[in-house]
């Protein structure tokens, strides 16, 4: 071992040797959280050199705090920053589709691993068993391992475990008192082939760490015990009928009595009771009971998250030593699917969720405690969810726990993604079903997620993985996957896999592609739904990944945040690169810009979401910003689950929340001889029917709130569970002093929402006739020719309308934010919405926000956008596209320079075809000709004619990209 891989140094033997733990006789679990004592085994020569069999001091060892991880310690593979390499003999990257082979670290698309390791790791410290627990079977429980582990006892082997999804437990038999070592091997190289871009096991968000991040502890039980305990609450909940699992290592058989209660989760009143003498044989059994309810018990759900306390107490009636006790919280939540909606507790659930994908930067793995899943479930649910996804991978018990308490779903599943181009990633892994090895490791996933986490109310969906491939799946498997599994835990629904075939066996689907797309940002207007796609789902729908429109990161304030693990070399990277094309000073801005626009974007899609009857929710990709697969920058959140000072949660649970108000308007912008006309509607998805609900309404105009019209849609009952028409509404525009912005506003069951329209004259005969150019002395043209030379060398006006111009420094680019990342498929047109001053003059026709909203649909959609870089002085557009963080490339829509004695305006937006059908496009052209007529406007920069030509005039040898 050099150095450069792991610290080793001269330690004194007393810090090599921690204190023996010791346990009270009271109590029957052992905490193992401490110094451990360990070594790496890059070579995977531990076991043929038996390591297990002596102590690791005379090896030549460091110490580690358990639980946490070797990155964590600073063990591993050091990271080179001046070669940004880590010296390690293992693949590190993941090798998406189209994403070339990186040099450096910090060109992978993720986060950077300070310290690297890939494969087998020892653990040991000394024990010391209390008299007290004499003849007693222990367990060793290892909570969250990545990915196997294998333990040793004073050198006797106990055996192997491999699971991603749940503890790892090692039956140690019985010991005597007093001390014993402890020796653990974790490996967490690939042990099954399921590729590494599952999010339980990858290094694109939670790393491929090495360690133990949960509990350690040794738990002691009786020989004859209680092995496990599961509940199945009624449907009526009028009764729970409970599994027990019996073990006896004792060889004949023995007498006990069992007593099984119900009680209320914070007190001790008695609901129901069993009590009987029983037969416990030699081995393991399960037996049934059931525990009827004088009284329905209340339903657990979102709304009002009651729990009860099961206690099984299995008692040797000759001594009290040899008692054995269980406990489960238990949650009379009942859920199904009637047709294609969902029902919780008999009421239609409509899934507001978002997805977790394991992005932990600060540590490099998920929250293990309580309190930290409160803080990130606690957060979800502040903006309005009421689901949560955990995308290929299982999160621990504490996050059951949490959403619990809380009332979130969750949808957990086991770590399987295999789409067809992932079978020709790095470790060639074969499409699901197609590996009988990893069948069976998936299949026991499923069951250990029952077993371990089935109890908890919240686990509400469970699938089998995400995007398995269509040709090369062995689909018939996974429908036995799915049917084996819901025969063994009917307490919830499940699915095969997300976005892709639905099974016959699937309770739900969750997908983006129903026969029809069931996402997507949409027209410019309201009225509008997916309900082509919820038609021609058999089974309840969920649109899957949803969103997916970065956002521009604000380095300065993101970058401290990175105190962990993993390092931002790469966000480092595009700092830099900001700074080179001189950007860095627009930085809070594009992230401003770009957050707005995100939520404009995310508001649109999600609400005709809640329009379609028959959906049964979306999955938001995601809350928090995804550091992975090219830095997919796409969450309303930081990657820390934190504000970016921009997004309130106010404004995401106008449209996310059990009750929203909605509004269905043919369009956003109209012209003032027109009345606005829109239908009210809202979805309620709360606990109970509304009775006699009105609406109330508003339009004003910014920014001096002026009353255009106000009112109060007739009572009506709301049922929960699906959309209610509320009323039409019609205000004339004509008094609307117009431009404008109006905001219309509606109110109704406590859930307030609001939308953006804008108002604009139907003529302005000054600026619409062609005189006024002429009399402003104005020269409006769509080619550099001569007489738009001459004009600026004279001193006069130019309007280059350089709409469709092609050439090598300009391209064809949308209106909708990149989509996912483009590290992945942009390029340096790429943008994230536009940015301006809504104060410059040269909108003082056009009111706007100064980020992308609707209005500028029509101009963005189609523009071509030119590359201002290099340019000989500093230029700063009038409209300027928000750059894509991975190119921070100068970009314009409109700006202006002086070329000459004359002032020159460019602008990238049709401002010709079809004006009196696209009034956003008439308005801008007046704002623009208005400004160009007054004198504002004066550029101050400075271009030469020979630069001009370059950039804005037509070269048939070079067209543009288009980026939609």
């Known amino acids: 071992m050099t150095s450069a891989f792991l610290r080793i140094g001269l330690v004194a033997l007393s810090l090599l040797l921690p204190a023996p733990l010791r346990a009270e006789s009271a109590t029957l679990a052992l905490d193992l959280a401490g110094t451990w004592r360990v070594r790496l085994d890059p070579k995977d020569e531990g076991v043929s050199a038996r390591w297990f069999a002596t102590p690791h001091v005379s090896m030549g060892t460091d110490t580690i705090p358990l639980p946490g991880t070797t990155d ?13 390499l880590h010296a390690t003999p293992f693949p590190t990257t993941t090798r998406f589709p189209g994403v070339q082979d990186p040099s450096r670290a910090d060109e992978h698309g993720y986060l950077v691993r300070r310290h690297m390791f890939v494969g087998p790791a020892w653990y040991e410290r000394q024990i010391e068993i209390p008299d007290s627990w004499r003849d007693q079977r222990l367990t060793l429980h290892l909570e969250r391992v990545l990915w196997q582990s294998e333990a040793w006892v004073d050198g006797r082997s106990v055996g192997t475990r491999d699971s991603l999804v749940a503890a790892h437990r090692h039956e140690l038999g019985t010991l005597t008192p007093g001390q014993h070592r402890l020796t653990l091997r974790i490996d967490n190289r690939m042990i099954h082939n399921l590729s590494t871009i599952t ?6 968000t939670q790393t491929r760490w090495n360690g133990v991040v949960g509990s350690l502890r040794l738990e002691a039980s009786p020989q004859v015990a209680l092995r496990n305990l599961t509940a199945f609450p009624s449907a009526d909940r009028r009764s729970v009928r409970v599994a027990i699992g019996f073990t006896n290592a004792i060889s004949n058989m023995v007498e006990r009595q069992l007593s099984l209660q119900l009680l209320p989760e914070t007190q001790n009143t008695e609901l129901a009771r069993h009590t009987q003498n029983l037969t416990v044989s030699p081995g393991s059994a399960t037996r049934e009971y059931v525990l009827p309810l004088d009284t329905p018990a209340t339903p657990w759900d979102e709304f009002q998250p009651v729990r009860y306390r099961l206690q099984a107490t299995l008692d040797d009636p000759s ?9 489960a919280t238990v949650g009379f939540r009942q859920v199904e699917r009637v047709g294609q909606s969902l029902r919780i507790n008999g009421r239609t659930v409509f899934l507001r969720g978002t997805l977790d994908c394991a992005v932990y930067p600060r540590t490099g793995h998920p929250p293990m405690t309580q309190p930290e899943w409160e803080r990130v479930l606690g957060t979800i649910k502040e903006h309005g969810f009421n689901h949560v996804r955990f995308h290929t991978w299982c999160p621990p018990e504490a996050a059951f726990e949490a959403a619990d308490r809380i009332g979130l779903y969750l949808q957990a599943e086991a770590p399987a993604w295999v789409d067809d181009w992932g079978t020709s990633t790095v470790t060639r892994p074969l499409g699901i079903g197609r590996d009988p090895q990893v069948t069976r490791f998936l299949r026991s996933e499923l069951v250990r997620m029952s077993e371990d986490y089935g109890h908890h109310p919240s686990f509400l969906l469970c699938a089998v993985g995400n995007e398995f491939g269509m040709q090369h799946t ?15 835990d009917p307490r919830r629904l499940y699915a095969g896999c997300g976005a892709r075939r639905n099974l016959a066996a699937d309770d739900f689907w969750f997908t983006h592609q129903s026969g029809a797309g069931t996402r997507g940002v949409g027209p410019a207007h309201t009225a509008w739904d997916f309900a082509k796609a919820a038609a021609t789902s058999p089974v309840p729908l969920i649109a899957h990944e949803t969103g997916q429109r970065p956002a521009f990161p604000d380095f300065e304030r993101l970058l401290p945040k990175f105190t962990g693990p993993l390092l931002p070399l790469n966000l480092v990277r595009f700092q830099r690169q900001l700074v080179a094309h001189h950007l860095d000073f627009r930085a809070a801005d594009f992230a401003r810009a770009s957050a707005r626009f995100q939520l404009v974007q995310y508001k649109a899609e999600h609400e005709a979401m809640l329009r379609t009857r028959g959906y049964s929710g979306y999955q938001l990709l995601m809350l928090n910003d995804f550091t992975g697969q090219s830095e997919a920058l796409v969450g309303l959140l930081d990657p820390f689950w934190e504000s970016k000072g921009i997004v309130t949660p106010t404004e995401v649970r106008a449209w996310n929340s059990p009750t929203v108000a909605l509004a269905r308007f043919p369009k956003y912008v109209w012209f003032t ?23 109330r ?12 019209g106000q009112g109060t849609t007739p009572p009506r009952t709301l049922p929960t569970g699906g959309v209610t028409v509320l009323d039409t509404l019609r205000v004339p525009l004509s008094h609307a002093a117009a431009p404008a912005a109006l905001t219309l506003r509606v109110e109704v069951a406590g859930a307030e929402n609001e939308w953006t329209l804008w108002v604009y004259p139907a003529t302005q005969p000054d600026l619409d006739s062609e005189a006024f150019a002429t009399s402003n002395a104005l020269h409006l043209t769509t080619r550099l020719d001569e007489t738009a030379q001459r004009r600026l060398q004279e001193g006069g006006k130019v309007l280059l309308l350089a709409h469709g111009v092609t050439n090598a420094w300009c391209a064809t680019t949308g209106f909708e934010s990149v989509y996912w990342s483009a590290g992945w498929w942009g390029n340096r047109f790429s943008s994230l919405g536009v940015l301006c001053d809504p104060q410059h003059p040269a909108f003082s026709l056009f009111p706007n926000a100064g980020h992308s909203d609707w209005q500028w649909r029509d101009l963005c959609a189609g523009a071509t956008t030119f590359d201002l870089s290099p340019s000989p002085t500093e230029i700063h557009p009038l409209v300027q596209p928000v750059p894509d963080f991975h190119f921070s490339r100068p970009l314009a829509h409109v700006f202006e320079a002086r070329v000459g004695r004359g002032s020159l305006m460019v602008c990238g937006y049709d401002l010709v075809r079809d004006l009196e059908k696209r009034p956003a496009a008439r308005q801008f052209r007046r704002s623009l000709l208005r400004y160009l007529a007054s004198p504002d406007f004066q550029p101050r920069t400075e271009l030469p004619w020979s630069w001009v030509v370059e950039r804005c005039g037509e070269s048939a040898e070079h067209s543009g990209s288009i980026h939609r």
């Open 72 to 84: 964590i310690a600073g063990l591993g593979f050091a990271l080179d920053t001046n070669t940004m």
């Open 199 to 204: 999010h339980a096991y990858g290094p694109e």
């Open 319 to 327: 001594t009290t030593a040899a008692r054995s006790e269980l406990t």
């Open 474 to 488: 062995d689909w018939d498997l996974v429908n036995e996957m799915v049917t084996e599994i819901k025969t063994r």
């Open 673 to 695: 001889h027109e009345t606005f006309e829109t239908t009210l509607e809202v979805a309620h998805f709360g606990p109970l029917d509304l009775p006699l609900h009105s609406a």
């Open 697 to 708: 309404w508003e339009l004003r105009r910014h920014p001096d709130q002026a009353l255009l």
